[in-house]
């Protein structure tokens, strides 16, 4: 079976613009999370979406948003890009919502210049 | 919000040595995990481990959810073991929100 998959792997994006990125979670998964990992620090928490609604949300300004769609796959996007933005997005996929065994993607690195 | 604090920072080993890190964290947890980071970015699941010893080949954790803080052992360690290895601990209130802590760097040297 295929793990979390996101896309796309690597982009740069310019200050100012928007970027959407992708996410599909395991086969049966139903809980999807992001997370946001800038260089030499762990992973922070952006969303959480279980059953297409957001259960849970970050310390992370209004220009990042997210959606998960009925096939469970979901989107964050981030609007008005920053330097600070520039960081690997992470994203995590459970079967529930409990905080069972979480499995991650590779996540995708974006540079924001 | 809930602390988690991992030690050592950087550990160097020569291949077919042990280690030992350490999570503490500030306070009751129902749910702990060990990632290890590897090279390419991807956070690989080790141990869903909220409490008491678990063991998957060369690797093992333990938990001690009273004294707040969870043990991962290396053994005969190989240079693919290399990477960060990360503790993590889901916060109470309703969401799936895993709590980093900074984590450990291990380069395991041929």
């Known amino acids: 079976d295929a793990g979390v998959t996101q896309s796309p792997t690597h982009l740069i994006k310019t200050r100012g613009q928007q970027v959407t990125l992708r996410c599909s979670p395991i086969s049966g998964h139903k809980s999807v999370s992001w997370y946001q990992q800038v260089l030499g620090q762990g992973p922070q928490f952006i969303f959480q979406y279980y059953e297409k609604e957001e259960r849970g949300r970050g310390n992370f300004p209004d220009r990042f948003s997210a959606r998960q769609f009925p096939n469970y796959s979901s989107e964050l996007n981030v609007n008005a890009l920053l330097l600070g933005d520039s960081a690997l997005y992470l994203c995590?996929?459970?079967?529930?919502?409990?905080?069972?065994?979480?499995?991650f993607g590779e996540g995708s690195w974006l540079t924001v210049v | 919000g809930i602390q988690v604090e991992q030690s050592p920072p950087d550990l160097i080993l020569q291949e077919g040595a042990n280690s030992t890190l350490r999570c503490n964290f500030s306070d009751s947890v129902n749910n702990l995990q060990w990632f290890h980071q590897n090279p390419w970015g991807q956070l690989i699941n080790l141990f869903y481990?909220?409490?008491g010893t678990k063991q998957n080949g060369r690797l093992s954790a333990t938990t001690v959810a009273t004294e707040r803080y969870s043990l991962l052992y290396i053994s005969s360690s190989q240079t693919t073991d290399s990477g960060v290895y990360f503790c993590a601990v889901l916060t109470q209130g309703g969401s799936e929100k895993l709590v980093f802590g900074k984590g450990t760097k291990l380069t395991v040297n041929p």
């Open positions: 481990i909220p409490s």
């Open positions: 995590a996929s459970s079967m529930t919502a409990d905080g069972n065994t979480i499995y």
